[in-house]
């Protein structure tokens, strides 16, 4: 890795890390025009960096990540690159899921997998098996995932709990909400980072991101190329915010 990389690690570690960052991976369908190259082709260099991600987090001591890979609306998308990513996924998988696992990452998924096509939802399945004991590292990927689905499901499991007597309405709280999000049990993310350029969240994490931190790149900077020095350095501005949830300090 290079200088840059290591003197902002060594910057990093002297102050809290965040706990929770989660990525809006967004710019291969750009970053594959600017290289006349197919958008399949940029959506590949993609998983690529985000591999990079993983090993970057450890590095840092970062406990989760979680980066959103497809969202319900992507659906919207020609036939031909909704299968090509269908298809990276299952190929990211069959490639790297030993050596993710060795690693100690445990993969969740965040969205809808029954509505994935076969070959994907099996591979994710076994994914999530073969690491469901790792505690290294929490690894979320959002597939087939919108936000704002999450929470109508959210509601629906709690109103079932409430019609069979699981928990009394009085009791339902915002902490409810949460262990019923696919993020239950996790902290809620204290970064979401976006590449790309663009100012929106695009439904990802509505819930969750209610006092995250945002920081959104340079719109020349498109995923494929977001190297760990640039995610370090998001971390590095990161920490120099002033969190202040609504108090005065
Ligand atoms: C993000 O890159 C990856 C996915 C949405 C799967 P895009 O494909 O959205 O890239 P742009 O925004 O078209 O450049
Ligand atoms: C968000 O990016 C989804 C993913 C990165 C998977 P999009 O490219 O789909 O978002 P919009 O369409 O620009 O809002
Ligand atoms: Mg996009």
Not at 49 to 59: G, P
Not at 76 to 103: H, P, T, Y
Not at 146 to 173: L, M, W
Not at 179 to 195: E, H, K, S
Request: a positive charge.
């Amino acid at each position: 890795m290079s200088y840059t990389y290591n003197r902002l690690l060594k910057k990093i570690k002297q102050k809290d890390v965040p706990q929770h960052v989660a990525i809006i991976m967004d710019g291969n369908g750009r970053w594959a025009k600017m290289h006349k190259l197919s958008r399949s082709i940029g959506h590949k260099y993609g998983v690529e960096r985000m591999k990079e991600l993983l090993r970057v987090s450890k590095d840092a001591g970062i406990k989760y990540v979680t980066v959103y890979a497809f969202s319900t609306e992507n659906w919207k998308r020609s036939s031909q690159e909704v299968g090509a990513l269908m298809k990276l996924a299952v190929d990211f998988i069959n490639r790297d899921i030993d050596e993710i696992a060795s690693e100690g990452a445990k993969i969740t998924i965040l969205g809808d997998i029954s509505a994935l096509p076969e070959e994907t939802r099996e591979a994710v399945e076994y994914a999530v098996k073969k690491t469901e004991k790792n505690d290294e590292l929490y690894f979320n990927v959002a597939l087939n995932y919108g936000g704002r689905a999450e929470i109508v499901r959210a509601v629906k499991k709690i109103a079932e709990d409430v019609k069979n007597g699981v928990i009394d309405i009085d009791c339902v709280s915002e902490q409810t909400v949460s262990d019923n999000l696919f993020t239950a049990g996790m902290p809620d993310p204290d970064l979401i980072i976006r590449t790309a350029g663009e100012f929106r969240l695009s439904n990802f994490l509505p819930y969750q991101s209610a006092y995250s931190e945002i920081w959104i790149s340079d719109p020349k900077l498109l995923w494929p190329d977001f190297a760990g020095k640039y995610f370090l350095k998001a971390i590095y501005d990161y920490q120099q915010r002033d969190r202040r949830f609504g108090a005065v300090k």
